[in-house]
């Protein structure tokens, strides 16, 4: 057999995996903004029924792959493989999410970028031969995020500029080895990049160049560019670190004629005062099962290169006085294969 | 292409990947242990030359896959990918070590069980045709993880008898679609398996349901039996677990003529005063990757089915009331191919 893979980062999928049923479900929030008609449920007070917010997160999770699921027309005991991650420590809401359901499982932790790096792996393992459907989940929630990496809501902290509302979200995605698309038919894998952004208020700008990186490699391991996508998504840069990667492409000559960042589209930055915009592994994951996929559906787009990004630091690693190593993975979405 | 699954959750590599390269580095206290023989490096005071124990931990990672490249003959640069996880928060030890070794990077997060997740993931990615190499590293530190977990060392607090020792100890595995072995033939994918046990000193018991479920349905998937392997080893377990295992296979009218732990092997259970015995992802990342691997290099065993466990709760979901999730993966190791 003659190697799947492009150049440096990337692989070709000789037999590109379909999304079979997709869908999202996410907090009061995020359903007052401007996706708000892409979402399948949205609840009333983010608690979902729960008595944590961890315990919410991990039923969000639980709810989105249930919904797609059932838009799919499968039944949870037709997946061959879950692949699953989220921010808490120990990824807790995924594994207590995928507790009770009998999938074969494996977790994730790509901070943010997990809902790409979960269907890279996806697409990989399908088209290897290895089953024929698998299910990619991934889950924020402010509340859990806040008191895991900030101060405990009731302080009231104030928040920087540049900093970014995490979503209280989940997106759920079936891939399929056949099915009536979109298909994915590229994905290029992100390798660790750092330029010493230590501000953990500003995770756009530790995360940009990790997005250059790797939009850089799959123009380079594909042979195309901006022109071949009708839309260049990037994980949740938010406003200031989209800026920033335009300028960095700018300065090779690279031009986005496309570009739109699910940080940025997922609330209405100024009137929802969430500063830089949305982040946190849900941010992505629900634009991508809802707006994006719904979009691709309705014809609106028929290329997307989807490229969520994550900041691999802890508080921890923080405090020790470490910088923030950023990652970006690259899923190019096609209507037709 | 016709499917590589076997029943509910194996997956038979058509084209076993091959062990090109394995090292491990372990700590001060394992070094004193009866598989002292078998580590490439024994740090004599477990801070590896760093100012933290978390970023000990990330250099042992690092110290671990380059050894493991020298072993194989490769260099980092020839690495298609790779896949690593580690215990501590958001897994800083496995993004730190990667940070500026420039390859392709996949964070995982299977607590104990993350050698094996590993191993199980980049043996589809090599077997579907994605690339040639692949490097899979797994760690844990006693006081990275105690601090964590636990209680700060100077605390001193007594432990259960139950208890393990998590292991400072790292392990790293090249895998090569050609090579010379041990091979990779099949892995069987866990599901996550939780019995009601919330005892977070006694992972052992929480754990072994899982190893019973995986290696159930690893016999079942491959129609294969006990005795066909030379050993079967389990991640860590620990001296109770293992008991427990052996008694819920003997329920079954399933006994293992060959069985060993890793957790029971790493250290001298009762002269090294470790309860139960080792624990963390690099116990069994350390123990594959040293005892087992060189002892199948020199005709010791033929067949080694290698099943690491993991726990899947956090101290905020025990703190909240929760049972502990096990997971178990299975991966099937041959002389031949």
């Known amino acids: ?22 869908a999202n479900v996410a907090g009061k929030k995020e359903g007052e903004g401007p996706l708000a008609s892409t979402f399948d449920y949205i609840d009333k007070d983010d608690t979902f029924g729960e008595s944590t917010w961890e315990k919410a997160e991990s039923t969000m999770q639980k709810q989105a792959l249930g919904l797609a699921l059932d838009k799919a027309g499968q039944a949870a005991s037709s997946l061959d493989w879950l692949f699953a991650g989220d921010l808490l420590n120990q990824c807790i809401s995924s594994s207590f999410a995928a507790r009770g359901q009998d999938i074969p499982f494996f977790g994730l932790y790509g901070a943010c970028s997990t809902m790409g790096e979960g269907l890279v792996l996806a697409s990989m393992v399908l088209d290897g031969g290895f089953g024929e459907l698998a299910a990619v989940t991934a889950s924020s929630h402010f509340c859990s995020a806040e008191r895991q990496y900030r101060t405990p809501l009731e302080y009231g902290g104030q928040r920087t500029p540049t900093s970014q509302w995490t979503a209280t979200a989940a997106g759920a995605a079936i891939l399929a080895r056949e099915g009536l698309g979109p298909y994915i038919t590229h994905v290029t894998v992100g390798k660790i990049v750092d330029k010493g952004i230590a501000d953990t208020n500003n995770m756009g700008a530790a995360m940009a160049p990790a997005a250059h990186a790797t939009i850089t490699a799959h123009f380079q391991d594909t042979g195309r560019s901006p022109s071949s996508y009708d839309l260049i998504v990037t994980g949740d840069l938010g406003v200031l670190g989209s800026e920033l990667l335009i300028e960095l492409l700018r300065r090779d000559g690279i031009s986005l004629k496309a570009h739109a960042d699910c940080g940025a589209m997922l609330f209405d930055i100024k009137g929802q005062d969430v500063h830089c915009g949305g982040s946190g592994c849900g941010c992505c994951a629900s634009v991508l099962t809802g707006h994006l996929l719904n979009g691709m559906k309705a014809g609106k787009w028929k290329d997307i290169l989807f490229c969520p990004t994550g900041a691999l630091h802890s508080p921890t690693s923080s405090f020790q006085g470490e910088s923030i190593p950023g990652i970006c993975h690259a899923v190019a979405i096609s209507a037709s294969r």
């Open 1 to 22: 057999m003659t190697t799947k893979k492009l150049g440096s980062q990337t692989a070709a999928l000789a037999s590109p995996p379909s999304f079979a049923g997709w």
